[in-house]
Every structure is written in C-alpha cells, then in structure tokens.
C-alpha cells in the first residue's frame, strides 16, 4: 500500500529539510542558522569551482557601519555622499570589469544625484546576476528618491546592506 504523503524530513525516504536562505542580507551569525558558516546573499552558492590559475576580482570595502557613512554625509553637507558614490560604482567597477566607473559616477552625482539612487542598485543587481545569485535589490529601488529625507535613509540603508553581503560573499574583509 501506497501512503498518499510522502515520509517525513530525516526519515529513511523522506525528503531533507530545505535549507532556506539566511536571515536578510546574511545573519551575524554564519548564515544559513549554522554557526561559523559563511554567510551569502539570496541564490549564493556556497561553493562554486574555480579554475585553475584563478586570480579572483578585486573586491570592494565593506562598510559595516552605515550610521557613520550617513553622519559623515549629514556632517560634510553631502561631499561624504559623493565620495561614496566614486568609490561604490569603481570598487563595481573593478570587480567586474564593467559598467559605471567612479569617475563617470562622479561626474552624475555631482550633477544629477538622483540618477545614482539607480545606478548604484542596477551595477549591484548585475553584480549578483554575474555570479548566478539573485539579488536582494533592483534598480527600482531608486524611486526611494520620491520620499523626501526619509526615502534616502532607506535607500541608503537598503543598498550598503546589500552591498556589505555582496563584499562578504565574495570573500572581502571588513575594512579597517
């Protein structure tokens, strides 16, 4: 006789406990509820096979402190949120060997800033989609913008979040 219900998890035919992603952008702690286990953004591998000679990409800083990233803009009158904007899009840049450098990133948010609110989420969306990963942002964050104050603080928020799990998953350390 046939049961109508397959057998449960860890049962000898039973299917395994899915593994779901981790907690947003990564869990302080390991990902993936295990400790010590790498952390790594939605749809990230945990392993993938490099080729042999491989030199991996430059990596990009993690800034694990946004508050001081949005103080220092709030200090600086807005130059901290230019600054940040050259070195997000050419650490991209680098990275991938594509897309926005910091100098063209540059020139845009001191002439049209709201423009980075969609380019920084679309270089990072595509940096996710290079390595097969699905990415926890779009370009359609950018329309934030229309929230006055408050929709930049999420914005902001938002895209160094998972900028951070992005750094962490390819392998870069905090920086110092």
Not at 59 to 80: A, D, S
Not at 131 to 152: C, H, K, T, V
Request: hydrophobic share 40%; net charge negative; glycine share 12%.
């Amino acid at each position: 006789m046939t049961d109508a219900f397959p057998p449960p998890p860890g049962e000898p035919g039973g299917q395994q406990p899915p593994q779901g992603p981790p907690g947003q952008y990564g869990t302080p702690s390991g990902g993936y509820g295990q400790p010590g286990a790498p952390q790594q953004p939605y749809g990230a591998p945990q392993q993938y096979a490099q080729p042999s000679g491989y030199v991996p990409p430059s990596m990009g800083e993690i800034w694990y402190n946004p508050g001081l990233n949005i103080l220092l803009t709030i200090v600086t009158c807005g130059i901290w949120a230019i600054v940040w904007s050259y070195k997000t899009h050419d650490d991209l840049y680098k990275h991938n060997g594509d897309g926005l450098n910091g100098v063209i990133a540059l020139i845009i948010a001191i002439f049209a800033s709201f423009v980075i609110m969609f380019t920084v989420p679309m270089e990072l969306e595509k940096s996710y989609q290079r390595r097969g990963w699905q990415s926890p942002e779009s370009a359609m964050l950018g329309l934030w913008f229309l929230l006055p104050i408050i929709g930049n603080f999420i914005w902001y928020l938002k895209i160094q979040r998972a900028l951070n799990a992005y750094w962490v998953a390819c392998g870069s350390q905090p920086a110092a």
